[in-house]
């Protein structure tokens, strides 16, 4: 899977849980999850889970510690995935 | 006595409501119990330690008076609230806080139950927005918890002031509380997938039990 289409998936999927509508006309790399979009910290749960699903992937604990933009998200998925 | 003095708060259901508790709790000794409540109001926890347990038995069996796990942000800038927290056995939170505080506080959470004693905690992270129990806003420790100790025994709290409507700091001065529980027996189902499902079906008895209050309005 391309880094546009993993980008594209990961937007989506956090998209769902974000509370901050200015915040996501302006989504990029650099869009903090939880501080600019405003994701409640209990639905990143849920986040990692739809990533597991989506890009048929395991993600550990301490690799979702890990995930605080959506830049980290995407390069995350992307690593395990290859 | 303090919370009876300070707002004539009163549960019609009290003796009917220990009693059927301390039946349940005598027939699992041993084990250490989770008190998963719907949360309302800033003393939810208060008010359900007061309703569910005479003073005698907080005073006699220690390990029943439930720790509860605040949020830091919620108590720490008040003082009064901090010798509440204090004096009232708690652990406190900071729901936005490092990976590691909020590891650091479900240690000792998890240390404590180990011990068998109970604790009190809410589902849904919060207090309630809609006034209802808020599936959206449901946090997965608790499922965490019992993956941890699969010996916990869960018992889902439904404590609500007939006066109530939303969320609020205080219930309503000299409200009546209707109150009910169940045991919910959680399947101790592994991984982060099993948290979100030990935690829904939690939120499910919330929500039946709510569905039964106000039918019988």
Known sequence: ?82 | MLLHALGAYRCPDKQSVRKRLTDLLDAHPQRPVLLCANHLTMIDSMLITWFLFDFRTLLTRFERFPWNVPELQNFGSNILLRIMCYLGKCVYVERSGSADSRRMSWAKVLYLNRLGETICIFPEGGRSRTGRVDREGAVYGVGQLVQENPETLVISVYLRGHSQQQYSFFPKRGDSFFLDFRLTPCRAIPGRRGQREITQQIIEDLEAMEQNYFATR
């Open chain 1, 1 to 82: 899977m391309e880094q546009a289409e993993i980008y594209t998936n990961v937007v989506r999927i956090i998209s769902k849980h974000a509370k901050n509508e200015d915040a996501l006309k302006s989504i990029s790399t650099d869009t903090h999850i939880i501080k600019d979009l405003q994701v409640n910290s209990a639905r990143l749960v849920d986040i990692v889970l739809d990533f597991e699903d989506t890009f048929n992937l395991e993600i550990s604990d301490d690799d979702a510690d890990r995930i605080n933009t959506i830049g980290d998200a995407v390069k995350l998925v992307k690593e395990l995935m290859h």
